[in-house]
T-cell receptor, first 112, second 112 residues
Framework: NAGVTQTPKFRVLKTGQSMTLLCAQD?????MYWYRQDPGMGLRLIHY???????AKGEVPDGYNVSRLKKQNFLLGLESAAPSQTSVYFC???????????FGPGTRLTVT | GNSVTQMEGPVTLSEEAFLTINCTYT??????LFWYVQYPGEGLQLLLK?????DKGSNKGFEATYRKETTSFHLEKGSVQVSDSAVYFC???????????FGAGTTVTVRA
């Protein structure tokens, strides 16, 4: 089992550019999550999904969109990147709500 | 709402020293409690968990006991190694609730 994988590992964008981060899990988990981690801010939930075809907003959803077309994949999109979106992004999954979450290795994004 | 408070770091120890990281929580229901560890440059890994009062979670020499009377879940290790240097996060989740509430994280550095 690969667990939770994320693509890419690193990315540098210019302000206004767009990109998509891909998360994949092979554990057949229903729930998937996107977090961002910033110094002094801890982990903050951006969006989450409770199953294929569903998405919902977390604590800090502005400037991001997500899609869950397949159960194993959860995509995070930035339509017009801003320097404030410079962060480390983590994807996670869990079998159901309230159970432990399994995290991917992260994507380090820098927006200049 | 649910929240987690953990002791602030950074914590610096010598090898073979005793480690304790305090974690207290506020919850409306009967949450599950977790400790996650993040090694430098990596994602969060589940270290241990406890799902009900008086449960003890343990892994890799670390232990934590779910204390409902004191709303605490303190992490302990009797003899730390340099390889235990990492950031440790306490977290809680209610069954049926998508949200995983994290503490701010405690940075632990173990010197040889």
């Amino acid at each position: 089992n690969a667990g939770v994988t994320q693509t890419p590992k690193f990315r540098v964008l210019k302000t206004g550019q767009s990109m998509t981060l891909l998360c994949a899990q092979d554990m057949n988990h229903e729930y998937m999550y996107w977090y961002r981690q910033d110094p002094g801010m801890g982990l903050r939930l951006i969006h989450y999904s409770v199953g294929e075809g569903t998405t919902a907003k977390g604590e800090v959803p502005d400037g991001y969109n997500v899609s869950r077309l397949k159960k194993q994949n959860f995509l995070l999109g930035l339509e017009s990147a801003a320097p404030s979106q410079t962060s480390v992004y983590f994807c996670a999954s869990s079998i159901l709500a309230g159970y432990e979450q399994y995290f991917g290795p992260g994507t380090r994004l820098t927006v200049t | 709402g649910n929240s987690v408070t953990q002791m602030e770091g950074p914590v610096t120890l010598s090898e073979e020293a005793f480690l304790t990281i305090n974690c207290t929580y506020t919850a409306t229901g009967y949450p599950s409690l977790f400790w996650y560890v993040q090694y430098p440059g990596e994602g969060l890994q589940l270290l241990l968990k406890a799902t009900k009062a008086d449960d003890k979670g343990s892994n890799k020499g670390f232990e934590a006991t779910y204390r409902k009377e004191t709303t605490s879940f303190h992490l302990e290790k009797g003899s730390v190694q340099v390889s235990d240097s990492a950031v440790y996060f306490c977290a809680l989740s209610d069954l049926g609730d998508y949200k995983l509430s994290f503490g701010a994280g405690t940075t632990v550095t173990v010197r040889a």
